[in-house]
């Protein structure tokens, strides 16, 4: 049934991104047979016989098992050679990142410095704070958190040092993570890969908030994948979170919101997520409402400021500019057009102007590229094929390390993936690029540098056998 369900969406990503690519342009008509064949190769599968289906499933799962029982400890001299590896080229990859000038007209970088600058003048950090609470501070399209830090000293210089650090305690924070885990083999190959990773390198020398978010979402699944007893025992794999964890997780994801509006949804993702689980291990009523309004306590502490600042400004504790942007076929102004009419009109002019295959046809047209984007920022490579053909490889390497794990956050993990990568499709045809799934990166990143590292105790216990 596994293979059969990948199979499937196999074909329907393969030829929806034949089609998609086949109307672009000569070029793009010739790299569109690269998923045309494997929506070829997914449908043999999928028409296969129930044997051959059944047979690959059982393999997989055979390998999968294998993989869990995987030897995780390794030479105390690899593991400095790769980590001083990782370091050396980290440090001169991202040198020559600094060196790269800074294009304030692209994505939001020059927005974000000229209204860093306003603030500094109004007041600075303390005074924007201020301001949210009596609700003057009208920037309804950049959330506050990333500007209070830029207007701090608001210039180039101190705004890519600022992305730089968030950038290198997430790196940090996952490498010491997975140690925990019982993998220092994963956190050097985690380092090695970011320091050549195009997206991750970007995201450290802009003028933008991504770099805070990426940190925020990244110590999130740090607090709830908390470290197992026995990484192989039943017993650690049907854990609950912690309640504190579950309180310090609310309090990250009310500081992601601060810095971008758009995680807004990993909050009800995360409540389903907590009521899923406490329903499968058959947990009490009561358990469930502590777990979640420990949760929603942590949020809200962190996340009331933006709120009382938009209810006192706008009338709606969760406004903001950019949600308008959802009912429309092109970029506009955000801010004339929610002023223009209310969201539920927008909305329902959208939908009685659109019919179900337009609807339907913008979603998964929107897939095919928000994948093309997510295994993108995954690879590496000078060119952006180069890179999705690698990120294709590390793709399969984040699918087979989420497969070996069995913990409740990496159902979480599956979850915000899922439905994430779904909304930004659906904003594509508004703003595409990496910075929206790259706040997730290392989260996948860390399920591939899992799975490279159970692959390569495999390896040594075969060569040792």
Known sequence: MLVRLVALLALV?????????????????????????????????????????????????????????????????????????????????????????????????????????????????????????????????????????????????????????????????????????????????????????????????????????????????????????????????????????????????????????????????????????????????AGLMCSAGLFLAGWLIAAHPLIVRNYRAFGSPFYNENTALLFVDTYEDPGALSRSQPLTMLASEYLSTHSVVDIIWREASGIVWETFIALRILGVGESNLCRALSGGLMAMLVILGMSCQQRPSTQLAIIWTVTMLAIFSWYIPIAAGDRFPVPFLLIWLSFAAEAAARLAGISMQSVSS
Request: proline content about 3%; some cysteine; hydrophobic content about 50%.
């Open 13 to 285: 990503w393969g030829l929806m991104a034949h089609a998609v690519m086949s109307e672009l342009g000569h070029r793009l008509q010739v790299i569109s047979t690269v998923p045309l064949i494997a929506s070829i190769v997914a449908f043999i599968v999928l028409a296969g016989p129930s044997k051959w289906v059944g047979w690959l499933n059982s393999r997989y799962i055979a390998i999968v098992n294998r993989l869990r029982n995987a030897k995780l400890t390794f030479s105390k001299q690899v593991i400095v050679g790769l980590l001083t590896l990782g370091v050396v080229v980290g440090a001169w990859t991202l040198h020559h990142a600094w060196q790269r000038s800074v294009d304030l007209q692209e994505t939001d970088q020059g927005a974000y410095l000229t209204t860093s600058q306003e603030i500094a003048r109004a007041g600075g950090p303390f005074q924007l704070l201020a301001q949210l609470y009596t609700g003057e501070f009208r920037e309804a399209n950049r959330n506050p958190f990333y500007l209070g830090l830029l207007c701090i000293s608001p210039g180039i210089t101190w705004g890519k040092a600022t992305s730089t650090v968030a950038v290198l305690i997430a790196i940090c924070g996952t490498m010491v993570h997975l140690v925990r885990r019982g993998s220092a083999l994963a956190a050097a190959l985690l380092l090695i890969w970011c320091a050549f990773n195009p997206a991750l390198l970007e995201t450290a020398t802009m003028l933008a908030c991504e770099g805070w978010l990426l940190l925020w979402i990244s110590a999130v699944w740090w607090t709830i994948d908390t470290p197992d007893v026995d990484s192989h025992g039943d017993a650690a794999q049907q854990a609950l979170p912690h309640w504190g964890a579950l309180f310090f997780a609310g309090l990250l994801l009310g500081l992601s919101w601060l810095t971008k509006g758009s995680v807004l949804p990993l909050v009800l993702l995360t409540i389903v997520w907590l009521v899923q689980l406490h329903r499968s291990r058959a947990s009490n009523r």
